[in-house]
């Protein structure tokens, strides 16, 4: 980037410290890395230590701090994707590309790598290509990738059906099946009193989607007391969970009830500024919610005495992740948002009281804003006949893996695995089901009557099947690799542990297990489980635990007899010197012992 | 407002604002702990002062003291759950004590002998770390980092130069240096700076004065870090 062009980009974000990822997000879209130069044309243009400039570009796996080429393939490498032959399509891109996995092409025209799960387990397998998602991916499909890269045809030249991400809606409930106009519920709630809004939220028993199921009513009226004139409303849409997807298909399609919600939200709460902060991996919905926003400025939805409202003033700002699942923690995401290492913070102080700024701020997931927008429709107790006692309302279940109908389905809840499991027409005989995502619950069999929602089974709505066919440990390897992929290195449990996990699951997997690596395993489980900082840490050791003590079988067919296994190959350790001398002979190598 | 907790039933007193580990060390009782300084604000990332506080675990660096409040700290249980966090952090790194110049000194090596850790226990993952010895007066051996961040909080708070701070993410986290060549020479650090003599490890070291107290008559060699208060040695 020239020097021109790094002032006007700095101008164009007032300079704005908080603003520094966004500006990383451009310089990496522009340039295709993020320079050192630039890290340090950056900190003197912000103000700020080069190496803190430094700290945040090398934490987001979307930034590049070294050169990647001009195009920048990454496969989504979630255990779905793999099951739908993501690795033997990346060894063929990368053959057809002759680049080595991982690394730059010498003359610097692509690298293949992979990231976490982008959101698109419904339409496996997926990559992104500078950014852009594309799914379905078959060997046709990943031949005509290689062949756009190969004639050097610009991101903006490719056919646009290579990008088309579908939206199965299986089935609708109150959310999916919704056909709001902008602003209706936001009329709705004006019409009321913040005190009334409040109270028909109250009434509604909402809990929020993201998966703690915390009360929605009472997180609002904290921040409402919190002291000060400033507040903030952020929607959670860092989705990162691997295999979950409804934030995209609400993002998509019902984009004007999450927007309204948190207009709801802002009026509620007395809140000046919003932010939707969209995970990176999700940048080709970016542009349709920029479209959205300024629609809704044009309709007196946004902006100064939001609907004539005299001192109703709110807007809002779209923020981009870089690829960081930790950010989906709300306090790492302000951290995020304030452009930082997206680091939990040390709580309390919570954010209703001390958010973005420190100021009092709610932070709520997309599925939430989407509910509360037809709480201030319909009323309180209307949403409350959804669902059960404690869990009102619907939830939006990604649905992916084995079964005929991956997709969205929307069900009251409290709805039964089973019911769910008979609708996507999942394949018989079911073996495992994991709930939530890899921080939540794995299935067993016996267990497909339980129920979904926050008494029983709390999920942030994936909901993977495995058939008969499946290795369990595989699965778990895999979510082994992702929590050691995105831990963000603050804690010594979590940090060393989830590394160290998935080390002992691999020897498992490779069939080089013992007892002790199960043991070893189990030990990390619980050192992460009571001493880790934040949830990564502490749910980082449940799949392996839940394998465990469910599917104990799997676990012993795996292990060799050995107790123990040499980590250490005194001959293999030769091989450097015997590189260096030139010598392969009978003498340079060691007797068997 | 004053107030007494109990760790491990007996009483310690508190003042407002304090934390369980602040307030245990100003009654000279102590809990293990690797990040936590008593000159800068706690953040809880080592995670070694771990408790028990009504069931929950939890930091006692960053746990506030409160009235009442039963803290369990010399346990069995937790004594287990931090030498695997001691031995965590022997792993991660490369940490050779003999030929360490901060042998006897060094808070980790303390701790882990308090901690009675006798064996690394976890596969090494032998980092490839190289030294940074651009500086004219301060060596860096960043095999020995525990990233406990407390340099880059001096840097930052006390000398006002923010030298130091940490880049990548997970297991790849590292400290790094505030200058584009990435090396310290480049950097506004004088080895008169906090930051140089915070370091709890062996990472930031003074040139020219190595081995200056001979092995076995060094801080810890004279009292280990969990004897009581009178006699324990400071660093």
Known sequence: ?593 | MKGTFTLDGSEVPFHEGQTVLEAARDAGRYIPHLCAHPEFEPHGSCRVCTVKAEGRMAAACTLPAREGLAVESATDELRELRRGLVQLLFVEGNHFCPSCEKSGDCQLQAVGYALEVRSLHFPQLFPDRPLDASHPDVLLDFNRCILCELCVRASAEVDHKSVFALGGRGIDKHLIVNAESGRLADTSLSVTDTAVGVCPVGVILKKGRGFTVPLGQRTYDRAPIDAPPEKAGKP
């Open chain 1, 1 to 593: 980037m020239s020097p021109a062009e790094l002032s006007q980009l700095l101008h164009r974000h007032h300079g704005d410290p908080n603003r520094l990822l966004q500006m990383l997000r451009e310089v990496q879209a522009a340039a295709g890395w993020v320079s050192p130069e630039v890290i340090t044309e950056l900190a003197k243009g912000l103000t700020l230590p080069r190496a803190r400039v430094e700290g945040v570009a090398t934490f987001y796996t979307l930034l590049a701090t070294r050169p990647r080429g001009e195009y920048q393939v990454l496969f989504a490498d979630n255990i779905i994707e793999r099951f739908h032959g993501s690795v033997a399509l990346r060894e063929r891109l990368c053959a057809a590309l002759g680049v080595a996995p991982g690394a730059l092409r010498p003359d610097g025209r692509v690298s293949v790598g992979t990231t976490s799960c982008i959101g698109l387990s419904d339409q496996p397998a997926s990559l992104l290509v500078n950014g852009l998602a594309i799914a379905r991916l078959t060997v046709e499909r990943v031949d005509a990738i290689a062949a756009l890269i190969g004639q050097r045809a610009p991101l903006d030249q490719w056919p646009a059906e290579l990008f088309h991400v579908d939206e199965p809606i299986r089935r609708a409930g109150l959310l999916l099946g919704a056909h709001l106009e902008p602003g209706a519920a936001v009329r709705a709630a004006l019409a009321r009193s913040s005190e009334a809004l409040l109270e028909e939220l109250k009434r509604s028993k909402l809990r929020g989607r993201g998966g703690a199921g915390f009360s929605t009513h009472d997180k609002w009226r904290a921040a409402r007391d919190a002291p000060g004139p400033t507040r903030f409303v952020v929607c959670n849409a860092d989705e990162g969970e691997p295999g979950t997807f409804k934030d995209r298909t609400l993002l998509r399609r019902q984009l004007d009830a999450v927007l309204d919600g948190m207009t709801v939200a802002a009026h509620a709460i007395g809140a000046q500024r919003g932010f939707i902060y969209l995970r990176g991996e999700y940048l080709f919905i970016a542009p349709a919610i920029e479209a959205a926003l300024a629609a809704r400025r044009a309709a007196h939805l946004l902006g100064r005495d939001v609907l004539g409202r005299t001192g109703f003033d709110f807007d809002l700002e779209l923020h981009l992740g870089a690829g960081a699942y930790v950010c989906g923690e709300e306090s790492a995401l302000l951290e995020s948002l304030e452009g930082r290492r997206g680091i939990p913070r040390r709580r309390p102080p919570y954010p209703v009281t001390h958010g973005y700024l420190q100021r009092p701020t709610v932070v709520n997931n997309v599925e939430t804003f989407a509910s509360v927008a037809h709480v201030a429709l319909a009323g309180g107790a209307r949403f409350a006949e959804l669902g059960t006692e404690r869990s009102t309302g619907t939830r939006v279940h990604s649905v992916s893996g084995d079964c005929a109908r991956p997709g969205l389905y929307e069900l009251p809840m409290g709805a039964s695995v089973r019911e769910l499991l008979d609708a996507c027409g999942a394949e018989a005989p079911i073996q495992a089901v994991q709930v939530g995502g890899p921080s939540r619950t794995l299935l067993s069999p016996r267990e497909l009557d339980r129920a979904l929602c926050f008494e029983d089974l709390p999920s942030a709505g994936a909901f993977m099947v495995f058939g008969p066919q499946r290795d369990l440990l595989e699965v778990v390897a895999s979510f082994a690799r992702f929590f050691a992929h995105e831990s963000c290195g603050f804690c010594t449990p979590c940090r060393v542990g989830t590394t160290q996990l998935q080390g002992a699951v691999d020897a498992l997997v490779g069939g080089r297990g013992t007892r002790r690596d199960v043991r070893h395993a189990l030990r990390l489980c619980a050192l992460m489980r009571d001493a880790s900082h934040c949830g990564l840490g502490t749910t980082a050791g449940r799949p392996f635990m839940q394998l465990y003590e469910k599917f104990k079988p799997t676990i012993e067919r795996s292990l060799s007899s050995l107790e123990f296994r040499p980590t250490f190959d005194l001959d293999e350790a030769l091989a450097p010197a015997r590189a260096l001398t030139g010598r392969d002979d009978e003498r340079a190598h060691l007797e068997d012992p």
